[in-house]
């Protein structure tokens, strides 16, 4: 019979394929979800009391939601509503970055405000718009002062992305549950699969702490 | 060229500005002075519309402050702003912080902004600083990068809203200088300060607010020797008892 390691070297291939979604997965959400949150972060803080209540209703309803919930409606509702299917990899990367930017607009909502109110003032008094005075004076900043926790929204992110096996999706974990049932050997695969992603998460969140470090300076 | 014509303004219940009036004419030095919470810092910022105001009428060189056909922008680049603390940008160096506005606003060359910010630099003495971060220095040399970036947009007029309120005192000295070299090259100026020195070497005239209200608008002159109300009287007798 073949030792633990002789089998996870041995299914290799296969697990880093499930990795790698997850990882394509994190990356994909993060950035899209990101863009869209500083849309909804605008629109929240403009002076526009239609439009702030409009992406207020949004956060507070995905907010509310779980994921699951929410990659399974997507599931089903996305190829309803465009009439065609477009496959779980597609609707799990909707479901995953409207859920996610709820979250990375709260984020990105404090950091504009912890952004002093004189900084725009200054900015204005230039002569600068109000567009180039975000891009340049006081989006800088904050996204400065919320790097470390968008990042580890993302740590988060890429833990949560082991729930598309509702979809049928092979991410990482979903492969390892492959491997551990077809050869028997659920508690080590189950002992691998935490190994890596401890590992993975533990250096980003390392990352992020001297990140911190660097931006209390 | 500034002038204000009955401003109200509210916040919320709260009457901030009542009807206050007053013209500041071409070169003039204009300083308001006041107790804190007299609406001092919202007069100068009414100015250049950084705060809205909901009666009466403000007109800068001919064009209406606030008004539905006035391009904010275009009308606050030409009017220089310093404030009490600093708000020089803290993640661009001091040259950068003077040139940002003259690219993306007057849309000059790099190479014209920073020639400008340069010669600027050197008029306010602090020439061998133009790479460091703005928390490389001291409030009194942030500030004076604070006047020339106001100034690298050849403004028609500045405006200071306490200017020397956050400086420890040997660094006031050095920023009411370049402050006064300015009014005396012929600058219009609205100055919010407590400095009565600065007043009485430099303003033209002196208006005197409380409760929102500009109760003294005097010659500088006539100000300081026979103000007519009086909580002028009472408010320059603190004031001036320790000079």
């Not at chain 1, 008094?125 to 926790?149: C, D, E, K, W």
Request: glycine share 8%.
């Amino acid at each position: 019979m073949m030792s633990d390691l002789q089998l996870i070297l041995q299914s290799l291939p296969f697990l880093l394929e499930g990795l790698g979604l997850s990882l394509l997965l994190t990356l994909l959400v993060a950035v899209g979800g990101i863009l869209m949150a500083l849309v909804l972060a605008l629109l929240r803080l403009s002076g526009n009391r239609a439009l702030s209540t409009l992406a207020a209703t949004y956060v507070n309803f995905f907010r509310s939601m779980p994921l699951i919930l929410v990659i399974f409606w997507f599931f089903f509702l996305v190829p309803l509503v465009i009439g065609r299917p477009v496959g779980s990899f597609y609707s799990a990367l909707i479901a995953f970055t409207l859920f996610e930017a709820a979250h990375y607009t709260e984020i990105i909502r404090a950091g504009i405000l912890s952004v002093s109110r004189g900084q725009g003032w200054a900015a204005a008094a230039t002569g600068l718009t109000y567009g180039q005075s975000l891009r340049y004076v006081i989006l800088p900043q904050a996204f400065r002062n919320m790097t470390p926790l968008l990042l580890t929204q993302g740590i988060i992110l890429f833990q949560d992305t082991s729930l598309v096996f509702v979809v049928s999706l092979s991410d990482f974990l979903t492969s390892v549950t492959i491997v551990a049932r077809n050869e028997g050997r659920l508690v080590s695969m189950y002992i691998f699969a935490a190994v890596v992603y401890f590992a993975i998460c533990f250096v980003a969140s390392r990352f992020v702490h001297q990140f911190e470090k660097k931006a209390v300076r | 060229m500034i002038s204000l014509r009955n401003v109200d303004k509210w916040y919320g219940q709260f009457h901030t500005l009542k009807k206050c009036s007053v013209d500041v004419s071409r070169g003039e030095v204009l300083v308001i002075c006041g107790p804190s919470g007299s609406g001092k810092s919202t007069l100068v910022k009414c100015v250049n519309g950084l705060e809205s105001f909901q009666a009466g009428e403000i007109i800068v060189d001919g064009v209406s402050v606030g008004a539905l056909g006035t391009d904010m922008p275009k009308l606050r680049a030409r009017i220089g702003m310093v404030f009490q603390s600093f708000e020089l940008y803290p993640h661009m160096s001091v040259l950068d912080n003077i040139c940002l506005a003259q690219e993306k606003v007057l849309n000059r060359s790099r190479g014209d902004a920073e020639e400008r910010a340069r010669g600027l630099l050197e008029r306010v003495g602090l020439a061998e600083h133009e790479k460091k971060l703005p928390s490389q220095l001291s409030g009194g040399q942030q500030q004076r990068v604070a006047i020339a970036r106001a100034l690298a947009m050849d403004p028609i007029a500045m405006l200071f809203d306490e200017p020397t309120s956050a400086l420890d005192p040997e660094m006031i000295n050095e920023v009411l200088e370049v402050m006064v070299q300015l009014a005396q090259d012929g600058m219009t100026m609205m100055v919010v300060t407590h400095e009565m020195g600065f007043a009485r070497k430099v303003a033209d005239r002196v208006i005197f607010m409380d409760q929102g209200e500009i109760v003294e608008d005097a010659d500088k002159d006539a100000f300081f020797t026979a103000p007519s109300s009086d909580r002028a009287k009472t408010f320059l007798s603190r004031i001036l008892a320790h000079i």
